[in-house]
């Protein structure tokens, strides 16, 4: 399996957004990446049936819709996946092994299974962002990314529940500590202003993400792990659901050597616990270069 997704590693990382992309011009897309379980009481996983018709039966489909349908899209998109390795579909395989990964990437993230998803319910708007997005831009590089073999797993179903589950005993943690951490941090470093792009926006100021991504005490990097293993879990268990063809048929064209090489390269890393450095395009925010120091004592504002 490796040797064909290696062939295939740009589309894969190219498309590994196209699910958000989709949100801005599908709105059937939106609940199918959250699934808001405290909306279900305190203890939605023992309540909620797993099964989607007996769901629908206890809840209606408008009420799940309304509050997400994460772990049934992650069942939905697996069994599609089994599909197209059956079809020997190399289109259908990378497009559904993107959406797959992505989705359940999506339920290894806390603020996906909650109501206050952006802390908008607790005064802490722009926090989902902050832990999904800035942090890892930051500190990603050093963490550690070896998590061993895929797993084959037996209930695609029960799995995702299990992430949603897991990852929902973390939101009260993720809002918790930086409640905490804005009583002790001075409000005026807080913020300061970064690149996105080409634009200049108003930011979390790397202190602060610094400050916040100690005290979570490696959460990200734990949630990474765990995103890491189950995709590749569940890209191998489609695989062997559907039969374990023979993908080195599919590869056109063939690696090159350069690509082989480059293979080689990142699974040793890989073996290391590290990952290859991402492309530009895969840094959403950069400080900006310190203001020339004349025009920093007059004006006090970043340069352009």
Known sequence: MSSFYQANITYITEHAISPDRRRYVDSTEIPRHYFDADHFGKAPFHTMPQKWNDAVQKYTVDTLYKYGTLPWTIQHNYYRLVDAFKSKDTSAILHYSAYLGHYVADACVPLHLTLNHDGQLTHQDGIHALWESRLPEQFSSKYYYYTGNAKYLENPLWQAFILCRNSFKSVDSVLRIQRQLDKVFPADKKYEMVLRGKRQVNDYSAAYCKAYHQALKGMVQRRMRLALLNVGSYWYSAWVDAG?????????????????????????????????????????????????????????????
């Open 244 to 304: 374990q063809p023979d993908l080195n048929k599919l590869i056109d064209p063939a690696l090159s050597l350069v690509d082989k090489q480059q293979a080689a390269r990142e699974a040793a890393l890989y073996r290391a616990g590290q990952i290859a450095p991402l492309p530009d395009y895969g840094k959403v925010n950069k400080p900006l270069p310190p203001a020339p120091q004349d025009l920093s004592r007059s004006a006090g504002k970043p340069t352009p």
